[in-house]
Nanobody, 125 residues
Framework: VQLQAFGGGLVQPGGSLRLSCAAS????????MGWFRQAPGKEREFVAA?????????RYADFAKGRFTISKDNAKNTVYLQMNSLKPEDTAVYYC??????????????????WGQGTEVTVSS
């Protein structure tokens, strides 16, 4: 499956952005979908994930809870990351990825097999 992430940009603190990740090649209903981010000089970190089950089970990093929402549209083969109340520390390149591993390990980037190219988010006044 090929992934393409887009929707990043420059936003002021407190603002919002919605990232999208379009999948092609295979339907992503067979995969858990994850969003990760990597700031300059830092390791890639987990942001959010949505389960491949039919009820849309989600998981968030602590910093994302209450501010970010992951969702998906199976008909469009697209997963979204709505980011609200953005802070300067949210500045990073955001990546989407897919995995078929156990949900238990969904926060581990090494468990993901396919990655999008990343979209840059800059939060600055």
């Amino acid at each position: 499956v090929q992934l393409q992430a887009f929707g990043g940009g420059l936003v002021q603190p407190g603002g919002s952005l919605r990232l999208s990740c379009a999948a092609s090649g295979r339907t992503f209903i067979n995969f858990h979908m994850g969003w990760f981010r990597q700031a300059p000089g830092k390791e890639r970190e987990f942001v959010a994930a949505i389960n491949r089950n039919g009820v849309g089970t989600t998981r968030y990093a602590d910093f994302a809870k209450g501010r970010f929402t992951i969702s998906k549209d199976n008909a469009k083969n697209t997963v979204y990351l709505q980011m609200n109340s953005l802070k300067p520390e949210d500045t990073a390149v955001y990546y989407c990825a897919v995995t078929t591993i156990l949900w238990t390990y969904v926060e581990d980037p090494s468990r993901y097999s396919n990655w999008g190219q990343g979209t840059e988010v800059t939060v600055s006044s």
